[in-house]
Structure formats: C-alpha cells, structure tokens
C-alpha cells in the first residue's frame, strides 16, 4: 500500500545519520555551574534533552551560560543540543568555543569524539568540505563511542564525496557498512557514489539488497538508478510501491528529466548533488 509522505528527500548524498552522543559531565574534571539555582538548571536541561524536548532544553542551556559561560563538557551538552534546534553557524560557534576552551588532554574520549564530530557536521552544514573531513578524521582517532563510529565515517565520506575524492569516500561508506550493514545513509550514499562513476548495477545491486528495510529513500534512489540504466518500466514499479501514480510518474518525470540533462553533458556529480539538496514536498495521501 502507498505510504502517507509529508517532506521527503530524494536522495541521501549529504545524510548525516547520527548525532554527536554525549551524555552527562558527571565524571568530567570541568566544574559544574556553580550555585543551587544552576545546578537545578542544568539538571531540567538534561531531563528536557533526554525526552526530546530539544527546544526547551536549548533555552535553559543558553540561560545558562549567559550567566556564567559553560565550560567543557558542559559547554558540549550544549553545543550538542544546539546542533538539533539551530542553524550551522551558530552550532559552529559554539563547537569553536569549545575547541579553543580545553586543551585537547583536558577532555576524555567521549567528549573529544564529540567535538570533533559536532566541529564536522556543522562544516559540512556550512559547506566547508575540507574542515569537515579534518574534524571527522579527528573524531575517528579517538577511543570513543562505537556506535557513533558509523555516522562519522558516513560523514568523512561525504565530506571526502565533496572533495572529489571518490575512492576514499566509498571506502569509507563501505568501512560504515562493515559496521553497522543496515546503516541506510551510507548504503544510500555508497550507491550515489556508485552512480556518479557510471557503475549502475553496482548500485542497482547494493539497493535492491537492502530496499527490504523499507526505507523510502533507498526505494527512491533505486528507481533513479534503473531510470539511468534505461529501465522506466521498472522504476515506475518501485515508485508506485510507496507512492499513489500520480505522484509516482511525477518522479519518474524528474529522474528521467536528470537523465535528459546527463545524456546532453550536463555532469553527473552535480545533478546528484543538486537533486539531493532539493526534497520532494508531497502532499500527504490517505
């Protein structure tokens, strides 16, 4: 049965599966707020951040430290809550401060995986390739937490995607997928990548591999590859598995429009891209 769709985003190149985890600064060396009326602060900010109250957990963090600035750890919580409520720039001002705040022995593993991960989405975010693919390289050093390892070889892939460097990209998505093999940002991202150098049934294979996981993106991206491969029939069948018809062929109009610009010279990299930064608004089917 076709899925209910709001916002949904074509393609998946600059997913970023995966936000920097970092828990508590209870066991941080950095000294808490000071005060009973911060220490009730800092404890609502934390409960508010872990039933996903973001928002509300962003602004107590900001009181904070405008009254007194935070430092460390505690300056990470809050750059981390800040990365889901905030622009880039912003999230990057915060990560910056901290970086410049400690010396890097002051932080433990965790917190430095942290700040070198959150410095790497919010480059990325702001465009800079280059920075980002440092500060991922960083985060990946450190003896933090595994299960963030993924999400931060997925975003050095991208980052390395950027940068032209194409080989190393899909050894690192392949390097996420090792880890985590239904990872879908770095199967998606893996197949795009396929796709840009021309390897169609490679990446036809990947995501009609995984596309059992029901995952819209993965279906959608494979349909774009049989398109590329010459195969509208069949890329209609996998749209209308998720989509009504009408929105359905409206896709195929775009892929095989993409396709049309391919085939005259236009580059593949930048239909990829461009297509992965402007998401589909579908109106929502009953």
Not at 220 to 227: K, P
């Amino acid at each position: 049965m076709p899925r209910t769709l709001t916002a949904l985003s074509l393609l998946a190149l600059l997913a970023l599966s995966g936000c920097s985890s970092l828990g508590s600064a209870s066991h941080s060396s950095t000294a808490a707020p000071s005060g009973k009326e911060a220490a009730e602060a800092l404890k609502l900010a934390r409960v508010l951040r872990d039933n996903g109250r973001l928002q509300g957990a962003f602004e107590v963090y900001q009181r904070l430290d405008q009254r007194s600035p935070l430092k460390g750890a505690y300056l990470l919580e809050y750059a981390s809550v800040a990365a889901a409520v905030r622009p880039p720039r912003d999230t990057w001002a915060l990560y910056d401060r901290a970086r410049q705040d400690n010396a890097p022995d002051s932080l433990d593993p965790a917190e430095r995986q942290a700040l070198c991960g959150g410095l790497g989405r919010a480059a990325l975010a702001l465009g800079n390739a280059s920075s980002a693919a440092q500060s991922f390289s960083c985060a990946l050093k450190v003896d933090g937490d595994r299960s963030q390892r993924a999400p931060l070889l997925n975003g050095l892939g991208v980052a390395q995607t950027l940068l032209g460097q194409r080989l190393a990209a899909r050894e690192s998505f392949q390097q996420a997928l090792a880890l985590e093999p239904g990872y879908s940002a770095a199967t998606n991202n893996l197949a795009l990548s396929w796709l840009a150098d021309g390897e169609r049934s490679k990446a036809i294979g990947l995501l009609n591999a995984a596309r059992q996981n029901g995952e819209v993106a993965l279906q959608l991206n494979l349909a774009l590859a049989w398109v590329l491969d010459g195969h509208d029939d069949t890329a209609l069948r996998i749209l209308e598995e998720n989509l009504e018809a009408p929105y359905a062929e409206d896709i195929l109009q775009r892929f095989q429009a993409t396709r049309e610009r391919i085939v005259n010279g236009a580059p593949v990299d930048s239909e990829l891209l461009a297509a992965s930064q402007q998401p589909l608004q579908l109106a929502s089917q009953d």
